[in-house]
């Protein structure tokens, strides 16, 4: 019989037994025929044409193994039997399942942001050829950064691309943020700047239309837009005739020349690009027509290149670095002072592979990701010893039923088959419900990482990858919780289980009962690895949310204005900010109104070297971090003035440059002393007077840049001292009642003034919070997995109690005949659980001590061995344990003696 026949009798048993059933009741009435016809009796050639057949039952079986593939049909009756078996026993069935998948699909779920962050190539063609271009770690460069994770200036990049051997060619990027809007509340399109190679280098075509080429990006600069196919999908209508139509972008119209395919999301994970436009756009763009490229201190680019045949990325670094000293003596920024220019002219080049795209969302979130991992991994194996303990309690259950087939002649093997087809039908349903969870749980991470300002992008889709990882995880998960209550389920002398001696008692099954002791010990101790995790996330996020900032951010507007599309000249621009200021500070529900450069905690960063009074030069000062406020900035933040005097409407350009220092600025430059009336300087270019700051105040210590930082030495300056005022401005306003209420009347009195002004308002504390995203990630997942781990914990503890406690049936009710009192009962009992406890949870505080050196540099404020995390996981523990042990302890208490004496 053919293969494909044998196959497919497997999975039609039914239709197979009767043809079996009709083909042998054939033979027997053929040769019942024969014998009848040779003179014997009907009922005697019946009984010799079944002798002669032989063993009917046997014969069948033997014809139905030639028609069948035997190891299949094995297969398919054991899952049949495992379904049958788990229909009986939907209550452990369904905490089996509930319990699996969420084990293996919290693993399954932060597997898919690790595969999409850190596993997959990025979708273009032979992406193993691609290499990043940058400085090595601890490379010297000052200047500006106008946009995120840029590493060279346009000078820097066409340096390279002119000398380099390595590449076939380099492609050049910036990433930039596009309002699409004409006036009004901005609506934010994520946009790159890309050189005109940039498609082709990647092999990506465009779907509809054509992407750019070198003449795109030439001095004539056509204009025409590429978008992505989510952006045509979203914006555009998915229109095929969108060839031609012009979108606005900052207030410019560039029509779109092509559609991207929808699986290109560009060169840099966790971010979607929606509209590219060439690099020479940022001159078309720019508000001084000049743009970023001539600047040699402007950092606003990224680059990558494509390796020629033969050339490997360690071979590309080397030349790299081998190029650098002449790439940074023709790139060498012209206000360098002579200690900076020779830091910058040390610096060297790096090639890196590239493969898988370039990610700050990577930098950032890599190491929680994979510590995230490890803690689902300690819930899946919490899950598995808790499931082991449930298949030893089911296995003393169905040993009388083992026995009987071990005496019929059952291989121990084949009996472990069986079991091991149960736990792989609940591994299986776990891991197909996981699967399920495993797509929620991802995508409401990434829809957690995102906000308003910050867009996160990744695709999390159900690749090969992640399903092997979820089939993995089922096939590991069915051998970690099966296999071992297989073998012991099989190991027993059929007679001793038929006869059901010893059963019960306080000697039955000690060595099986030691090992669900022991299963139940490293669950305590993987649930205290977690619940300690948990506390030390959960108390390092209350720190931070709790640091002293140095200023108010409850009841804080921040109003943002983009007026650049209003045209104002430059010399009008400080009256329209202090116009602005005032329309603001009018609104109903605003106690007071500040114009500032920079928000605290915002993201943006100046700084230089200042020199004290009296010194050579700045050059050999200390480094300084600065910001431009207008009067009243201190009074609204409500950070406190120590001393001197706020700014005032006589500090303006024409006026003696001054500033307010905070503390730590006073003490390091001036040892603590009342710095007011005291004057510093800092470093300008080369060749360039070094402006003076007379100090006219000392204001309290505030965060800058990070709520993990340490205060750090800051000078504001008037913000009406600023020479060159740009095309935006940014207001800070206190407000009562809730902030939500001023918003609408704030961007109403900012588009009365001019309706081409974009605006957007959004709560300060909103911003601090958003700060602390990871920090929240972090203990919001850590919490639940320590939430999940200490139920797994409790489940556990209670069954193996439960079990102990009906194992010692007549033994406890002996005790209680004696004169046992409830009491002592309970305290028998109970000293179990303790016994549990004392084994698993110094081993838990070992693994918790060691886990922690991995978290420590994600800790703020606590050290990675923190006491009273330790402690007040350990006491949670306890009474863990103390509740789950108490419900059978008093059920032990409860039995009357006598009938459990005569039940026995």
Request: include cysteine.
């Amino acid at each position: 019989m053919s293969w494909y026949r044998r196959w497919r009798n497997v999975f039609r048993p039914e239709r197979l037994d009767d043809e079996l059933e009709r083909e042998l009741q054939y033979h027997l009435a053929e040769t019942v025929d024969r014998l009848t016809e040779a003179g014997w009796p009907e009922r005697e050639a019946m009984r010799e044409a079944r002798r002669r057949l032989g063993n009917y039952t046997l014969q069948k079986e033997r014809t139905r193994a030639m028609n069948v593939a035997g190891w299949l049909d094995e297969t398919r009756a054991d899952v049949v039997f495992g379904l049958r078996q788990l229909r009986r026993n939907p209550g452990f069935a369904a905490v089996a399942i509930l319990s699996l998948a969420l084990g293996i699909g919290a693993n399954t779920a932060i597997f898919q942001l690790v595969n999409a962050i850190r596993l997959k190539t990025l979708p273009v063609q032979q992406p193993e050829q691609l290499v990043t271009i940058g400085f090595q770690e601890g490379a010297t460069r000052a200047g500006w950064w106008p946009t995120r994770d840029a590493v060279m200036t346009h000078t820097v990049w066409s340096e390279i691309r002119g000398r380099q051997q390595a590449f076939s060619e380099m492609l050049g990027w910036s990433a930039a943020r596009f309002n699409l809007a004409d006036g009004g509340e901005p609506r934010m399109a994520e946009g790159l700047f890309v050189s005109g190679n940039f498609f082709r280098l990647l092999g990506v075509d465009a779907m509809l239309g054509r992407t750019f080429t070198a003449e795109d990006d030439s001095a004539a600069c056509p204009a025409g837009a590429v978008v992505s196919y989510a952006f045509w999908q979203r914006e555009l209508g998915g229109d095929a005739g969108v060839l031609g139509r012009s979108v606005r972008l900052d207030g410019h119209a560039v029509p779109v020349i092509g559609v991207t395919p929808p699986a290109f999301f560009g060169v840099e994970v966790g971010r979607r690009y929606d509209v590219a436009v060439p690099l020479c756009e940022d001159q078309v763009m720019s508000e001084d027509g000049r743009g970023r490229a001539p600047d040699l201190a402007a950092w606003w680019m990224s680059a990558m290149g494509r390796l020629k045949p033969g050339w490997t990325v360690q071979k590309a670094d080397a030349h790299l670095r081998a190029l650098s000293a002449e790439v940074m003596r023709a790139s060498l920024p012209t206000g360098y002072q002579t200690e900076l220019a020779k830091r910058f002219l040390a610096n060297r080049l790096t090639a890196v592979a590239a493969e898988k795209g370039t990610s700050g969302l990577r930098a950032e979130y890599e190491r929680p990701l994979w510590l995230l991992m490890a803690a689902t991994g300690l819930v899946l194996l919490i899950a598995c010893a808790n499931l082991a303990n449930l298949l030893l309690a089911r296995a003393t259950v169905r040993a009388q039923e083992i026995a009987v087939r071990l005496a019929i002649g059952a291989s121990r093997w084949r009996l472990i088959r069986q079991l091991l087809a149960e736990s792989l039908l609940l591994a299986m349903s776990g891991a197909m419900l996981g699967a399920g969870l495993a797509l929620g749980l991802s995508r409401g991470l990434i829809s957690f990482l995102s906000t308003a300002g910050n867009p996160v992008f990744v695709d999390v889709a159900l690749d090969w990858q992640v399903l092997s990882f979820a089939a993995m995880l089922s096939l590991i998960t069915c051998v970690l919780f099966g296999l071992l209550p297989a073998w012991r389920g099989t190991r027993l002398a059929p007679a001793s289980a038929m006869r059901g001696g010893g059963a019960r008692g306080a000697t039955a099954g000690r060595e099986q009962f030691a090992l669900r002791r022991a299963l139940l010990a490293a669950q305590v101790a993987l649930s205290l690895v977690l619940l300690v995790g948990a506390l030390l996330f959960v108390r390092s996020l209350h720190n931070l949310m709790t640091v002293d900032t140095g200023f108010q951010s409850q009841g804080i507007l921040a109003v943002f204005v983009d007026y650049s599309r209003a045209h104002y000249p430059l010399e009008r621009r400080a009256s329209i900010a202090k116009e602005l200021s005032n329309r603001l500070a009018g609104v109903p529900g605003v106690l007071s109104a500040a114009h500032v450069d920079m928000i605290p905690l915002g993201g943006g960063t100046w700084d230089n070297l200042v020199g004290v009074q009296n010194a050579a030069v700045a050059g050999g000062g200390r480094t300084a971090f600065f910001n431009r406020v207008s009067p009243g900035y201190f009074r609204t933040l409500g950070t406190r003035l120590a001393a001197g005097r706020d700014f005032n409407e006589q500090d303006t350009l024409t006026a003696p440059k001054v500033a307010i220092v905070n503390e730590v600025f006073a003490k390091r430059l001036f040892g603590g002393a009342n710095p007011v009336g005291r004057t510093f300087h800092m470093a300008a270019g080369a060749g360039q007077a070094e402006p003076v700051f007379e100090i006219v105040g000392l204001a309290a210590n505030t965060k800058y840049e990070s709520l993990k930082e340490e205060f750090r030495p800051i000078a504001y300056f008037p913000i009406a001292q600023n020479a060159r005022p740009g095309g935006n401005a940014t207001f800070l306003l206190r407000v009562t009642g809730p902030v939500g209420r001023v918003m609408g009347a704030a961007q109403a009195a900012v588009v009365s003034m001019n309706a081409a002004m974009g605006v957007e308002c959004r709560p300060l504390s909103r911003q601090l919070e958003e700060s602390l995203l990871r920090e929240k990630l972090l203990a919001l997942l850590s919490g639940a997995f320590g939430f999940l781990a200490a139920l797994l914990a409790t489940l556990g503890l209670y069954g193996v109690i439960a079990y102990m406690v009906a194992r010692r049936r007549s033994e406890i009710g002996v005790r209680i005949a004696l004169g046992a009192n409830r009491v002592q009962v309970i305290r028998l009992v109970l000293r179990e659980a303790l016994l549990m406890l004392a084994i698993g949870l110094p081993v838990g505080l070992l693994l918790s001590v060691w886990a922690g050196q991995a978290a420590a540099s994600m800790l703020y404020g606590l050290p990675a061995q923190d006491l009273v995390s330790l402690a007040g996981a350990s006491l949670l523990l306890g009474l863990i344990a103390f509740v789950a042990s108490y419900v059978p302890a008093r059920r032990a208490a409860a039995l009357d003696p006598a009938s459990t004496l005569r039940g026995e």
